[in-house]
Antibody, heavy 116, light 113 residues
Framework: EVQLVESGGGLVQPGGSLRLSCVAS????????MNWVRQAPGKGLEWVAK????????YYVDSVKGRFTISRDNAKNSLYLQMNSLRAEDTAVYYC?????????WGQGTLVTVSS | DIVMTQSPDSLAVSLGERATINCKSS????????????LAWYQQKPGQPPKLLIY???TRESGVPDRFSGSGSGTDFTLTISSLQAEDVAVYYC?????????FGQGTKLEIK
């Protein structure tokens, strides 16, 4: 059974930083593109970033470019999202997902709240 | 960016009846080289992450009941639930993976009438 487990969310002040982690099990992590998708409270889904299996390709949604950094450690089956200069509009549940096309595996998500 | 627009925003259907959700993309998501539509559908129940139902516009994910079906091509797509069950109450999202940034529809909330 595939499991994706996110952690690292919490309450942070505007302008602050947070690092999210996602640990994968039950799949060959190094063979998958990995993504972060977020969902603001009561709102829809927004793709945030993706990274190729070997880290050679990385893409971001425009609203987080220059502020967020996606990375991975295939030896630890782990995906990360470093979030800097956080804004109120970054408040959301952040999901880790696998796949370059459809997302067949999702974690339970970790809540990030940006507020003073 | 490809804009995905779902209709309706919410829908109430009686148990056992058919539910139909539409999704329109601002440009075609049909890739000519492989003749595949780069579109998926997800179901999200309260407090849970989304669950993949349909990919390549019409391929049912393993374990998804056959009352769920996807159709359409190019820019217009439909998710159909042939006979609504109580456990189908959820928000449904379409998702294009034709290009980056990946984008989702705004969601359709399905309830029991």
């Amino acid at each position: 059974e595939v499991q994706l487990v996110e952690s690292g969310g919490g309450l942070v002040q505007p302008g602050g930083s947070l690092r999210l982690s996602c640990v994968a099990s039950g799949l060959t992590f190094s063979s998958y593109w990995m993504n972060w998708v977020r969902q603001a409270p009561g709102k829809g889904l927004e793709w945030v970033a993706k990274m190729k299996e070997d880290g050679s390709e990385i893409y971001y949604v425009d609203s987080v470019k220059g502020r967020f950094t996606i990375s991975r450690d295939n030896a630890k089956n782990s995906l990360y999202l470093q979030m800097n200069s956080l804004r109120a509009e970054d408040t959301a549940v952040y999901y880790c997902t696998s796949g370059v096309y459809q997302y067949d595996n999702w974690g339970q998500g970790t809540l990030v709240t940006v507020s003073s | 960016d490809i804009v995905m627009t779902q209709s309706p925003d919410s829908l109430a259907v009686s148990l056992g009846e058919r539910a139909t959700i539409n999704c329109k993309s601002s440009q075609s998501v049909l890739y000519s080289s492989d003749n595949k539509n780069y579109l998926a559908w997800y179901q999200q129940k309260p407090g849970q992450p989304p669950k993949l139902l349909i990919y390549w516009a019409s391929t049912r994910e393993s374990g998804v009941p056959d009352r769920f079906s996807g159709s359409g091509s190019g820019t217009d797509f439909t998710l159909t639930i042939s006979s609504l069950q109580a456990e189908d109450v959820a928000v449904y999202y379409c998702h294009q993976y034709y290009n980056t940034p990946r984008t989702f529809g705004q969601g359709t909330k399905l309830e029991i009438k």
